[in-house]
Structure formats: C-alpha cells, structure tokens
C-alpha cells in the first residue's frame, strides 16, 4: 500500500482542487482529508456518510460544585485565566449556602491539571473533551475518511493521526493500492501528522514571491523526515518568471516537476458546480492534471518496485 500526500506550505495554492482531480482519475484507492481546522474536499467529492465517530481530545478540567469550597485557589494557580465564579443564579455568585463556586470555562483550559492538583476539597476532575468529530463516507470516487474540529479546539494532529489509521484499516480491508490525502497547508502539528510515513508528497505551490518561499519550507520540513517530494507548479502561465525560478531552485535542490498546470477558467467552473474539475473538463488544465497524474504513477510504481526489491 502506499499513500499520496497533497501538500502545500500555505492556503489558496489550489492543493484540494488538485486532490479532487486525482481522485477522478484514479483507480483502487481510499481518500483522506486531513486538512480538519478547514475541512474541504467533500464540498468536491459530495459523500454520502456511513459512519460518524466522536473525537476527544486533552481532558479538561471540571469543577463539581457540590465539592467546591469556594478557597479560589484554582483560579490562583490557573495561568490561562480558565477558572471564574459560577455564573449566579440570583443576583450574587454565592449558592444557597453563602459560598462561592467556581466553573472551568472549557474554551480557555488547557489540560495542564495543576487546578487539580492544588483544589484542597478534590473539586476537580479532569474529564474528556469532546472536541470534534470523524467520518467515514462513500463518494463517486471512493471512500472517504474526513473529519471536523469543533470550534476553538485544539489536537488537530491527533485528529489527523486518527484520519490516517482509519484511511489505512479501509485500505486494507479494501484490498486498495493506494491512499490519496489532502493534506493541511502550512508546516505546523497538522502537517507533520499527515507527512509522517507516507510514499510520496506532492507540493503545490503557486509562481508568488510567497508560493516560491513556502515551497522551500515544506520541503524542508519533508526532508526532515526523509519523505520523497514531487512538485506541482498551479497556475505557472500567470508569472512565467517567477515560474522559472521555482524550476530553477526544484532543479538545483534535486527535485521533479510532477506537473505545470495553467491557468483555466474550467478550473473555477468546476468550484462552483462542486465537481472535479476531471468530471467537468477537457481543457488545458485537465490535460495537464491527467499528464502530472500519469507521471506521478510512473514514480509511484517505480518506488513500489523498489521497495519490493528490498523487502
């Protein structure tokens, strides 16, 4: 099995929309969207969801007001300032036995558990936090792992840890050679959860100032964990100098040009009717989508056969 990750090291470089593309034209795979701050690629793929699960992530702290003594030695100690009075019943904070109580606001806590430690009563627990949700759905394309932080929550890394076990348990069950995942932009937890072990990545970058910079560091960054990197140059016709240097630097750092992909009105077309643009197009950027796919098969099967002359 082997597993395709769509890259980017910032937003906008039209990475899903080339996700989606993929996973038109190929075939015997599982999808995974592992971009879950701002989950997208179902608006594309339209699944059906068979499956949803609940995701918890740190256990925050709770304050049971029954224990609760009112000392306030919790809201000293809390340096995320998570700890307040009770929200009053009548005009005072006070319950009917004239003493204070405090509550956790679960958006500020952080699961340190140092409120716990020092609460002289034992008011405080530390409980899982629900913090988002994970789904298993059938598409047109495939099935499709994806999922959703809720607002505020933290532990997207965990979360995409999560996508890619269930991507893979569905990939095996389902005999399937290949998982395509559209990873998160940028090169922070997310990212390094969703680069971490795969075959090959794909970097999607744009001809900017800023889409030749952000290139640089995510391939950096999977270089670090010494996954292979092939390079896809979205919309290179609209600054062909800037588009030559970003050749010019893939040159000098070793790496291969998967695709150039030009600028397409059919593109922006297929966004709006929330198709692939493979299912849509048979212009300019579809032909150079199916030549970047065709490559990229090439190198997919090359590795396998490599990997297999190891093993």
């Known amino acids: 099995m082997q597993e395709l990750l769509v890259i980017s090291g910032k937003g906008g470089t039209g990475k899903t929309s080339i996700v989606a593309a993929l996973a038109a034209l190929a075939e015997d795979k599982v999808l995974a969207d592992c971009d879950v ?32 003594t009112g000392c306030g030695r919790c809201r000293e100690v809390c340096r995320f300032g998570a700890v307040m009075e009770a929200k009053p019943e009548k005009e005072n904070s006070e319950d009917d036995s004239g003493k204070l109580v405090f509550q956790v606001d679960s958006l500020e806590c952080e699961g340190c558990g140092v409120c716990t430690l020092v609460c002289p009563a034992g008011a405080i627990a530390m409980q899982p936090n629900l913090a988002g949700y994970w789904y298993i759905s059938a598409t047109p394309y495939g099935p499709l792992v994806h999922a959703q932080l809720g607002l505020a929550e933290e532990n997207s890394g965990k979360l995409v840890t999560k996508v890619r076990q269930e991507a893979r348990r569905l990939a095996e069950e389902n005999n399937a050679r290949l998982i395509i995942t559209d990873g998160p932009p940028g090169i922070g937890c997310p990212v390094i959860s969703s680069l971490t072990g795969v075959t090959l990545a794909l ?17 950096k960054l999977a270089g670090h964990f010494r996954v292979p990197v092939a390079v896809c140059i979205n919309k290179y016709d609209l600054a062909p100098e800037k588009s030559r240097e970003i050749e010019a630097y893939c040159y000098d750092a070793g790496l291969t040009i998967a695709g150039k992909i030009p600028f397409d009105a059919d593109v922006a077309r297929a966004l709006v009717n929330g198709v692939p643009l493979m299912a849509c197009s048979r212009g300019v950027a579809a032909s150079a989508v199916q030549a970047m796919w065709d490559s990229l098969m090439v190198r997919l099967e090359r590795m396998a056969k490599e990997q297999n002359g190891h093993s």
């Open 37 to 68: 701050d701002a989950a997208d690629l179902h608006l594309l793929l339209r699944p059906e969801v068979e499956s949803v699960n609940e995701f918890y992530g740190s256990d925050k702290a709770v304050i049971d007001p029954g224990l609760c």
């Open 203 to 219: 970097a999607v970058t744009e001809p900017t100032v800023a889409g030749r910079h952000d290139l640089e560091r995510v391939v």
